[in-house]
């Protein structure tokens, strides 16, 4: 029996050696965004809602081996920790849970590498888009525009902050 626990725990280790993945827990969002033309859709076809605008800022704070990527509103932190040597990067502890939002164009099903923190912002202004979206009981979004803003805060903090416009619109239906 103590073979068998000593075989799995080498092969387990062996088969984490050397791996730049991971896990990272979060949720995800998704929303159909295309161009006007795309839509294949007459004038009449839709009915623009609403332009709506939305931001998410993070911050990426750098400590040794270590980044901490924690969002402005407080609603998550993540520490990823590089050992160096043979696991690479990994998620070394998080409180709270990010929302990603992708428009399905764009659309990564997991996040497998360490995320840079403006794509963290990123994503967390997709998600606030597609939540205004379904707020307006909107069909989709088109044309969005993303932004996103780089700031120093100190030798080893930096803030994202991106911001998304998007329309939201209606498809009408014929009777």
């Known amino acids: 029996m103590a073979l068998v626990v000593v075989s ?5 280790h062996s ?9 990272i827990p979060h949720s995800v ?11 294949n859709l007459s004038k009449g076809d839709y009915d623009v809602l609403k332009t709506v605008t939305e931001s998410a800022s993070v911050v990426c704070e750098y400590k040794n081996s270590e980044i901490i990527i924690t969002d402005g509103d407080g609603n998550f932190s993540y520490v990823f920790k590089n050992d160096g040597l043979t696991k690479g990067w990994s998620l070394e502890r998080f409180s709270g849970m990010a929302s990603f939002g992708y428009f399905t164009a764009d659309h990564e099903s997991t ?17 606030r888009i597609i939540e205004t979206a379904r707020d307006y009981n909107a069909d989709g979004v088109i ?6 803003k780089v700031e120093n805060l100190s030798h080893n903090k930096v803030e994202y902050t991106t911001t998304v416009s998007a ?3 209606i498809i009408k239906t014929t009777n």
């Open 167 to 169: 329309k939201l619109i």
């Open 15 to 23: 088969c984490g050696g050397g791996r730049s993945y991971m896990f």
């Open 111 to 127: 996040l497998t590498v360490v995320p840079s923190p403006q794509e963290f912002a990123r994503r967390v202004a997709m998600s």
């Open 8 to 12: 799995a725990a080498m092969l387990l």
């Open 143 to 148: 044309e969005p525009v993303t932004i996103t």
């Open 29 to 39: 969002s998704s929303a159909s965004a295309v161009t006007v033309e795309n839509l």
